[in-house]
């Protein structure tokens, strides 16, 4: 009787209720439940044994805090008095050179350089230079690494963006949340190894999309799980109306049993994947709302982080709940803010994003020191190309946009054994092109495992017939960055 309870009297309210929550937990990065024995055959064989690194890390998680649509290096980071005093000259044939451009200003007539009109001060004891549009930035200059020599091969938002986050242009890779709860699992069985928070400015924005935290041809309980501002933070994670929780985990139990028998039978990892999803949906039913809670923060983190930490789905608030999520042991927490993509009426839209992020990207790195957390926490801000130093159509000293820059830009590292309080890289006294230490999007991602233990070239995993891993078949890591 018991068992044709499970197959016909089930049936229904199983497919109901698990299509509600597969939609709302997506695939969730459970890397706290790995076992090796739940890998494909392709996987398999791919040399790399899951949850051990490599070597002793420097960090244990990483919060990346990516400013989607690619901020104007030129306006924040990258001091080029010379542009000022070059204002409306056509850029010079000889420093442009083949360049790739993009279709918005492949045809204009001329290519006027205009300077930055921010202005730049030096800070710290590192005198690192930073514009006046990141005071707060300013202030803990000498925490972070800033590198200006940043270049990539893409050209557009979109393979840019997915360049950085997986390796390739193309998509359908694993994205690097994804290649580190592979390779490290998580801390904390109660929540998912990988995150995401969006947030979006007032200035022109460019979408993102769940290829960016999708787990490719990795197990899907490494995909990220997106955290909403919503009443439900993940869909679908409460129990159906008419269910409690005593109910909710007989019901797991009987369909643990279905879906057991059906892993016996065909052997699909995907089962066993899905297993482990229900598991911890139920356990986050407890932990997420805890988290999300930012009504028990102390005034002075408050403060801290600004009153938009308040106002959930800000910068602020993801700022604030990444910390939470971090200190919790969430290996990768993943920040995406729109609203970078200035090329026109770039002045007032650049001064605009700049003060929605700069006190809370500031307060993170505070928050995290005393806590102290920010030695073995990675702290990354920066977005997926620079900004030209020639206005995109019509400008004057007042008024102009920039269009896309993939040859240099900055960003900047914190925390996690990276050096503090330094500059690395140089570009030209026009900011167009690298003259020192060049950083490629590969070198960047086999830093960044490499802080966490990990071996670029030895993180692979074999996909039909093919040995893949984040820096493809390039990359290197920045030594010289390193503490």
């Given amino acids: 009787m018991q068992k044709d309870f499970l197959e016909h009297g089930l049936n229904f309210n199983r497919r109901r209720f698990l299509s509600r929550l597969s939609l709302g937990l997506g695939s969730a990065a459970l ?84 300077g ?25 200059v000498d925490d972070i690494c800033i590198i200006r020599s940043m270049h990539t091969e893409a050209i557009n938002h979109d393979p840019a963006l997915t360049f950085f986050q997986t390796g390739a242009q193309q ?29 979006r400015g007032k200035g022109n924005s460019q979408g993102v999309y769940s290829k960016l935290w999708a787990s490719g041809f990795l197990d899907s309980i490494h995909q990220g799980v997106q955290f909403s501002s919503g009443d439900d933070p993940v869909l679908y994670l409460n129990d159906p109306d008419g269910m409690n929780k005593f109910e909710r985990r007989k019901f797991l139990d009987q369909i643990s049993k279905i879906n057991q028998l059906s892993y016996e039978e065909f052997g699909d990892p995907e089962i066993s994947t899905k297993i482990q999803q229900y598991e911890m949906a139920y356990r986050m ?36 709940l990444a910390r939470k999520l971090s200190e919790n042991g969430v290996r990768f927490v993943q920040l995406y803010h729109q609203g970078w993509d200035h090329h026109g009426n ?51 000293a007042e008024n102009y946009g920039r269009d896309h820059h993939p040859r240099c830009f900055s960003i900047w590292m914190a925390g996690g054994g990276i050096k503090p309080g330094i500059s690395y890289g140089e570009t030209d006294d026009l900011g167009y092109n690298i003259v020192k230490d060049p950083v490629h999007v590969h070198d960047f991602q086999a830093t960044i495992l490499n802080q966490l233990g990990l071996d670029h070239e030895k993180l692979v995993f074999k996909h039909l017939g093919r040995r893949y891993r984040l820096t493809d078949v390039s990359g290197k890591v920045i030594n010289d960055i390193l503490a």
């Avoid at 899951?50 to 919060?63: M, S």
């Avoid at 924040?76 to 008095?81: E, G, I, Q, S």
């Avoid at 407890?286 to 009153?307: C, F, H, Q, R, W």
């Avoid at 102290?372 to 900004?387: A, M, N, P, S």
Wanted: overall charge negative; glycine content about 10%.
């Fill in 116 to 140: 930055s009109f921010a202005n730049f001060k030096q800070y710290g004891e590192s005198g690192n230079w930073i514009s006046d549009m990141l005071p707060y930035t300013a202030k803990v």
């Fill in 31 to 114: 890397g706290s439940l790995l076992v090796p024995d739940l890998f494909s055959g392709d996987s398999a064989d791919s040399g790399f044994a899951p949850g051990i690194p490599h070597f002793a890390p420097k960090a244990k998680r990483v919060i990346y805090l990516f400013q989607n649509g690619a901020p104007s290096q030129l306006e924040l980071f990258d001091y080029k008095p010379k542009l000022r005093d070059l204002a409306g000259q056509d850029l010079p044939s000889s420093v442009r050179g083949n360049q790739r451009l993009t279709g918005m200003t492949a045809n204009q007539k001329s290519f006027p350089m205009v």
């Fill in 346 to 396: 770039l002045p007032t839209e650049i001064a605009s994003q700049a003060k929605d992020v700069d006190q809370a990207s500031a307060a993170l790195i505070i928050d995290l020191k005393q806590r102290g957390l920010l030695d073995e926490t990675l702290v990354i801000w920066g977005g997926e190309f620079g900004r030209t130093n020639y206005s995109q159509g019509n400008w004057t």
């Fill in 171 to 199: 998509g359908n890779r694993p994205s690097m949340g994804s290649w580190l709860s592979y390779g490290l699992g998580s801390e904390n069985k109660n929540l998912p190894s990988f995150t995401v928070l969006l947030s």
């Fill in 285 to 320: 039913q407890t932990a997420v709302p805890e988290i999300m809670d930012l009504s028990k923060e102390p005034d002075d983190i408050i403060k801290l982080y600004g009153t938009d930490s308040m106002t959930p789905g800000t910068f602020a608030a993801n700022c604030l």
